[in-house]
């Protein structure tokens, strides 16, 4: 049973044509109510797959295709953020290489001047040490002098009363003793 032939019964007659047209028509074995159930139904498939399978695939093309443009957009302002961040911190480590160079030449010369401070106070501790030396060996040539002195009288005291046979008072002793040392003196 033809469901078409209902329809488009009475349309057949009507496009079959003589002529060249309705000849190509008859040698193609053209009939106009399957074609038309062909083009409704090419049309209702159609219809169903646009809707339901190339309306979401298009959507979705469409979203990754958005997603694309702004991961391209992130990825240029990552570059751009990048160089900028990569000129920031060649300006950062430009700045600390003068402030290290300045800091190295600082310590150079605070160094330079501390050395000198600590030579002059070596030279300045030196010059005690020997000012000190110098009045302790002073003081130890006085001490001996003093020594040999009394030393040298009590000699001389005892030489004399060797040679006089008299025992000498201590006045004596004294008066023998300074005469002796003022000679050892000059």
Same mark, same amino acid.
């Given at each position: 049973?033809?469901?078409?032939?209902?329809?488009?019964?009475?349309?057949?007659?009507?496009?079959?044509?003589?002529?060249?047209?309705?000849?190509m028509?008859q040698?193609?074995?053209?009939?106009?109510?399957?074609?038309?159930?062909?083009?409704?139904?090419?049309?209702?498939?159609?219809?169903?797959?646009?809707?339901?399978?190339? +309306?979401?695939?298009?959507?979705? $093309?469409?979203? @990754? =295709? %958005?997603r694309? !443009?702004?991961? /391209?957009?992130?990825?240029?302002?990552?570059?751009?953020?990048?160089?900028?961040?990569?000129k920031?911190?060649?300006?950062?480590?430009?700045?600390?290489?003068?402030?290290?160079?300045?800091?190295?030449?600082?310590? +150079?010369?605070?160094?330079?001047? $501390?050395?000198? @401070? =600590? %030579?002059q106070? !070596?030279?300045? /501790?030196?010059?005690?040490?020997?000012?000190?030396?110098?009045?302790?060996?002073?003081?130890?040539?006085?001490?001996l002098?003093?020594?040999?002195?009394?030393?040298?009288?009590?000699?001389?005291?005892?030489?004399?009363?060797?040679?006089t046979?008299?025992?000498?008072?201590?006045?004596?002793?004294?008066?023998?003793?300074?005469?002796?040392?003022?000679?050892?003196?000059?």
């Amino acid at each position: 049973m033809n469901l078409v032939s209902p329809l488009f019964g009475n349309v057949a007659p009507v496009l079959a044509a003589s002529g060249p047209v309705g000849d190509m028509i008859q040698k193609f074995g053209l009939a106009w109510p399957k074609f038309l159930a062909q083009v409704l139904i090419f049309l209702a498939v159609y219809y169903v797959l646009n809707k339901f399978a190339f +309306g979401p695939i298009l959507a979705m $093309l469409e979203q @990754r =295709k %958005q997603r694309i !443009a702004d991961g /391209e957009s992130k990825l240029e302002k990552i570059a751009k953020d990048l160089a900028e961040a990569e000129k920031n911190a060649q300006a950062i480590v430009d700045k600390a290489n003068a402030d290290a160079s300045r800091l190295v030449t600082e310590a +150079g010369e605070s160094a330079k001047a $501390l050395a000198e @401070r =600590k %030579q002059q106070e !070596a030279v300045h /501790e030196a010059g005690q040490i020997m000012a000190k030396a110098r009045e302790a060996a002073r003081l130890e040539h006085e001490q001996l002098m003093s020594q040999l002195k009394r030393e040298f009288g009590r000699m001389v005291a005892d030489a004399t009363s060797r040679v006089t046979g008299k025992v000498l008072n201590p006045d004596d002793q004294a008066r023998i003793n300074k005469e002796a040392a003022a000679e050892v003196s000059a």
